[in-house]
């Protein structure tokens, strides 16, 4: 076991970004035309980075699989992008910020990385008014702000509930500027199946077009991965059925460490899953908490309707058990205490998996139109899905797989262990410890895009430019494409009689059951235990129809492998962390009154995972977590 080096400059906590940006090496106008960068993924992360770094001149590939880049899943996030502008007057500050994010991840993240996603949240807000994204504004004319969870200040920018969206298409608009200029090469309906390594670098990607079944070699002088996270390894998540983990992955397993794999969010506002034939689970914002109250009967089983249930008969849970932030608790936080009050029987909806969201008391004081003004979209959804009145009657929301934490491991320069492969957003594991305050998602993929990448990849091409020019027909490249096609028609000859979906659907109610909103010791083996015989299982019992050409379920084949082999590895992460931390809870690691119980004295590090090979367990290396200006404490929001 070794420690890592994550590079973090020297001198106080609010200088370190600009003393990097001070030193941090340049490449001259004419020399950037010189040099190729690939981004796959086009969300926020990808989008404002491929877009910014062909702003300054260098030559940009972009890769996405969807059919445009606005269908990255960026689109998805609603509720706010957290800022620093203390336009309420009520506190705010950039080091208010920073603590915030700090204890929310419960101590389990890097003072300066988390300091420089604070310093640099205001002038976000600043970009995006001038690409045109609509926030919201006072009836002056001022940008207006509301609060989230795990804060008690306003310092999230909202686009009603749209903020991803608005957010994607400012970075959207951006990216194509640049393609019309022809610094930026785009190809969608392209999946990144291989990294290319020279000499140990990071020097292109194999990837396969999903139109034509085509494999296609692509060089550049670094690479940035931007692809989110990897939720959807649960199955039924707030993520798209497209999303997955397999460009991270196959990183991975090229030498890139994985840190804090098992840290895991499940937010809890989602629509309840309503049946076993259901692909995938519906957000509803977290914004929805500043004014919906959250409850569920007393009464064990009680079948009436919410309206009948009398005041003095409903659990206001959250505010019982954390007064001082009520219905604002983190998100973590919130999840447990749902699924606590479900498994007690306490739950609501027609299959009892549920908790109730109420705006009657928001209406009563405030009138139906603020209410409307604010949420009035995501009432129409919410009545659109289940033909339920939110203004009359309580939503029904549950949580469910959302944000993954984890990802690759970066350095503060936001490079992974393989020189000249970065990554950005959902895809590192940066920023937010071992639970995610809500609004910081949409914050750090557009700064790690628009404000850091942008200074810490020219760094690192400063010393490419007098490199040997890599081409595709390096032998590397070769390598890489016989290994992709080795897979592929290794699926294709699979005649077993199971389905992806079928392994994809099983293992990740696996991972939901033994690594999901709670651990044990004994869970988790057993876990580890079945992903060996699900993995042997693949291998024999897969049946992939098609061919080679356009062919969905030879997609979803490479992704379901790469899942099953993460989901091992989140078990071994989740197993080796023996206390409870912020989204990560082992129930041997509990109060009496069933909070979590941190081990700062043995357990304050980042752990980051080397692959070892199929039959091997993995490495595990640690990053110390050093706290100079922050005290460790216990997280209470009571």
Known sequence: MKMIDSKIPDGPLADKWNTYKA??????????????????????????????????GYNIQSFCFQDSPRRAHSVAAQGGVNAVKNYKNDGDSVFRMFYDTIKGGDFRSREANVYRLAECSASLIDQSV?????????????????????VQVSRTFYARGQTGQQLL????????RQVNTGKVTMHTRHEMLELVLVDGKAKGIIARNL????????????????????????????????????????????????????WIQFHPTCLPQHGANQSKLT??????????????????????????????????????RYPAFGNLAPRDISSRAAKERIDSGHGAGPMKNAVYLDFSDAIAAQGKKTIEAKYSNLFAMYEKINGIDAYKEPMLISPAAHFTMGG????????????????????????????????????????????????????????ELNATKVTTEHPAFAEAENSVREQLNRFLQSKGTLSTDYFHKTIGRLLYEKCGLSRSKQNLEEAIVAIKSLKASFEKDLLITG???????????????DYIELAELMCYDALQREESCGAHFREEYQSNEGEAVRNDTDYCYVSAWEWKGIANPPELHKEPLVFENVELAVRSYK
């Open 211 to 262: 139109e034509t079944g085509a494999i296609e070699r692509h060089a550049a002088d670094a690479v940035v991965l931007a692809t989110g996270g990897y939720g959807k390894v649960y199955y039924l998540s707030t993520l798209a059925m497209g999303c997955n983990s397999s460009a991270l992955w196959r990183a991975h397993k090229k030498g890139a460490y994985m840190a804090g794999v098992s």
């Open 547 to 561: 061919d080679d050409t356009l062919n969905s379920e030879l997609e979803k084949a490479g992704r379901v492998a």
């Open 408 to 463: 690759l491991w970066v350095d503060y320069e936001l490079m992974t262990t393989i020189p000249g492969l970065f990554a950005l957003g959902e895809a590192n594991f940066a920023d937010h410890g071992a639970n995610r305050l809500g609004a910081n998602s949409l914050l750090q993929a557009c700064v790690d895009g628009y404000f850091i990448a942008p200074y810490t990849i020219p760094n690192y091409l400063s010393g």
């Open 169 to 176: 298409l400012g970075a959207y608009q951006s990216l194509l």
């Open 283 to 320: 957000l509803m914002s977290e914004s929805l908490r500043n004014d919906g109250r959250i409850w569920v009967p007393k009464k064990v089983g009680d079948d009436r309707l919410p309206n009948s249930i009398p005041e003095e008969e409903r659990d206001y849970y959250l505010e019982r």
């Open 23 to 56: 030193k941090a090496k340049l490449v001259n106008p004419a020399n950037r035309k010189k040099l190729t960068v690939i981004v796959v993924g086009t969300g926020l992360a990808g989008s404002s980075c491929a877009a910014s770094l062909a702003e300054q």
């Open 130 to 150: 001038a690409q045109g994204v609509p926030f919201a504004r006072e009836y002056g004319g001022y940008l207006n702000n509301r609060s989230f969870g795990g």
